[in-house]
T-cell receptor
């Protein structure tokens, strides 16, 4: 059972337009969500996060929205730039002593931003 | 550069051989994680350390896998009697603090078992 799902393996958008990447989760214990970006031959890099006590977090061109009732989050990139082309992973964590920040990842969405 | 480093970056081995990977986390980070990633999938949690103590192991980590972090600094992941199904990217990450959810990843070690 996959607890974090990214149902779109790929997304292609035009430079300057909005990119929307989606993520669904099933575990109600998850209370912190993160997005990572990965370029080829590199490890994932932290991008932005959101706690379950919020429904929106913004950092420059990147905004993450959380809908707890739907167990759904999305990452918006506005405006999209060619350098944003990468694989984006959604990750979720549960706050507990035994969990200690362990993250469960989705399978990623490959974003291509066309010039 | 003070990021997470992993060595080697690539390893090709024959089935049945043992391999060992090393991870050097960011120096002040007390938590260290190992993940495995196969093509088309996200990183899967294997194990993690707080300082030198190994606090959790995934059921994915069979008895052929062992990890250590002897002095709470660098960590090693050993795979004994490798199988073709062990071929994957092995990622190491580190983080600071008890409730620090952001993890800093190394570039990974790509293992190919022939």
């Amino acid at each position: 059972d996959q607890q974090v799902k990214q149902n779109s393996p790929s997304l292609s958008v035009q430079e300057g337009r909005i990119s929307i990447l989606n993520c669904d989760y099933t575990n109600s214990m998850f209370d912190y969500f993160l997005w990572y970006k990965k370029y080829p031959a590199e490890g994932p890099t932290f991008l932005i996060s959101i706690s379950s006590i919020k429904d929106k977090n913004e950092d420059g061109r990147f905004t993450v929205f959380l809908n707890k009732s739907a167990k759904h989050l999305s990452l918006h990139i506005v405006p999209s730039q060619p350098g944003d082309s990468a694989v984006y992973f959604c990750a979720a964590s549960a706050r507990s002593d035994t969990n200690a920040g362990k993250s469960t990842f989705g399978d990623g969405t490959t974003l291509t931003v066309k010039p | 550069d003070t990021g997470v480093s992993q060595d080697p970056r690539h390893k090709i081995t024959k089935r049945g051989q043992n391999v060992t990977f090393r991870c050097d986390p960011i120096s002040e980070h007390n938590r260290l994680y190992w993940y495995r990633q196969t093509l088309g999938q996200g990183p899967e949690f294997l194990t993690y350390f707080q300082n030198e103590a190994q606090l959790e192991k995934s059921r994915l980590l069979s008895d052929r896998f062992s990890a250590e972090r002897p002095k709470g600094s660098f960590s090693t992941l050993e795979i004994q009697r490798t199988e073709q199904g062990d071929s994957a990217m092995y990622l190491c990450a580190s983080s600071l603090g008890t409730y620090s959810y952001e993890q800093y990843f190394g570039p990974g070690t790509r293992l190919t078992v022939t």
